[in-house]
């Protein structure tokens, strides 16, 4: 399915993004 696709992707990029902030030493505001 294509929405599945799609959220596999967001996911991806949220982790990414996430781990890009932490690197910068960026406070992460995403909460799980």
């Known amino acids: 399915m294509i929405v ?3 959220i596999e992707e ?3 990029l949220a982790e990414e993004m996430e781990a890009a ?3 910068s030493g960026a406070p992460s505001v ?3």
């Open 4 to 6: 599945e696709t799609l």
């Open 10 to 12: 967001a996911m991806r």
């Open 21 to 23: 902030g932490v690197a």
């Open 30 to 32: 995403v909460t799980q």
